[in-house]
């Protein structure tokens, strides 16, 4: 298995030690309290953990990492040219035309 991200790095943290602090689990994983605070709320908020006064962090599901990853800007870059060109391809009144724009949009799909 490979090298495991911050997040699934304290989820385990909330596995060993429920009641752990901020502070402490930032020293732990090499990070901010704040980064933490924003790794909890992602949790919290994707129904990984739930916070309890008392009992601290209750794991609610065995965490996982998401498959999809965040789109890059140069993916978002690409497919809004993309979507542009694809009107350019509708609009295109000559096969001529066509043909230009079918061949910047294939030059487009290998950067998707």
Do not use: H
């Not at 930032?26 to 949790?43: C, D, F, H, N, W």
Request: proline share 4%; aromatic share 8%.
């Amino acid at each position: 298995m490979g090298k495991l991200s911050k997040m699934e790095q304290l989820f385990n943290l909330f596995l060993d030690n429920p009641l752990i602090k901020n502070a402490d689990a930032a020293e732990e994983l090499g990070v901010s309290e704040q980064a933490i605070r924003t790794m909890k709320y992602r949790m919290k908020k994707n129904g990984y953990i739930c916070t309890d006064i008392d009992d601290g962090i209750i794991p609610l599901k065995p965490y996982k990492e998401d498959v999809e990853k965040p789109v890059s800007l140069k993916a978002q870059i690409y497919r809004e040219m993309l979507d542009i060109y694809m009107q350019d391809f509708r609009d295109a009144e000559t096969f001529r035309d066509r043909l230009e724009v079918g061949q910047e949009i294939r030059l487009i799909l290998k950067n998707v």
